[in-house]
């Protein structure tokens, strides 16, 4: 979960949101982390580039738990 709140400040950083402390399973990228299209797709390419999984392969995935759920299945964790 580190590496994923890390992923996730270094995209917020880029916006100049603060950091986030604690990630949540309930966190919505859009509306807790304000996330948009740009950001999800830079998401998306730094989970691949890190783990090795195209998390959105299956669509788009809204909030920060359906994430961590399929990097679970590749025991990066």
């Not at 797709?41 to 994430?67: M, N, Q, S």
Request: glycine share 6%; net charge negative.
């Amino acid at each position: 979960m580190e590496k994923l709140r890390r992923i996730i400040n270094q995209i917020r950083y880029n916006k100049d949101l603060p950091e986030i402390q604690n990630l949540s399973y309930e966190m919505d990228f859009r509306n807790d982390l304000g996330f948009d299209s740009l950001d999800l797709a830079e998401l998306t390419v730094r989970i691949e580039y890190e783990f090795g999984i195209d998390v959105f392969e299956d669509g788009i995935v809204l909030k920060v738990g359906e994430v961590i759920k399929k990097l679970e299945k590749i025991n990066e964790w």
